[in-house]
């Protein structure tokens, strides 16, 4: 079957990444906004197509990670809100897809960070969401990547926690290896741990498989040698 131009937007890999993944990689703004614009249209005049819904859920999850790295909480809410449409519709019409739930699972914890209180609304469904991905595919790094980001956030109290993040993205690194998004979080995750030199190694990891990713630069200099 013959890719649309819209559906290659977010699908063909460029170099391993998509159009999508290398706009968050630069943080241009601009270019994913354009992109979403784009999905979005197909996702609208296609409600019953799930590919089509998740495609739009996947790249707003990306606009709303690229809030986070820019320190936009409006930015990442709006994002997020605007993909957990299109994920629950792309779960509704498979709802046996690993996949679709993680995309919304990941959408409902991407609004917590721009509000707290958020959680109350969002957080039985990016806990709920993310489980029911690994039930259905326990071998999925992006997944259990899924899982640690949503850890990382959610406080100990609330039964989540940076050593609960750092398990799960351990396992997401040992998945996929080459994953630079999971050596990425677990970076940023052992930071936090106070284990700044495995931190260092794991986001030197990171720039190794991607270069161009700018958070990760970012991240990577501001975390101490010891």
Known sequence: MRLTFVAALLVIPIWGRTPAERALDAQDRAALEKIITQLSAKAEARPQDAAA?????????????LGIELGDKALGKNAAEAG?????????????RAEYHRVLGML??????????AGLKY?????????????LDAKSSDIWLSRGVGNYYLPAM??????????????????NPKSSEAHLWLGIALRKAGRNADARKALAKSLE???ARKWAKQQLEKTPAQ
Do not use: H, T, W
Not at 162 to 168: F, H, L, M, N, S
């Open 53 to 65: 819904q998740y495609a739009a859920a996947q790249a707003n999850s990306l606009l709303a990670q």
């Open 84 to 96: 957990i449409v299109s994920a629950r519709k792309a779960v509704a019409a498979q709802p046996d």
């Open 108 to 117: 409902c914890g991407q609004v917590i960070p721009a509000n707290v209180m």
């Open 123 to 135: 957080g039985k469904c990016a806990m709920e969401e993310v489980e029911k991905a690994v039930e």
């Open 158 to 175: 609330f039964g989540g926690g940076v050593e609960k993040a750092i398990g799960d993205l351990e396992k997401a690194v040992a998945l």
């Open 209 to 211: 498989i991607n270069p």
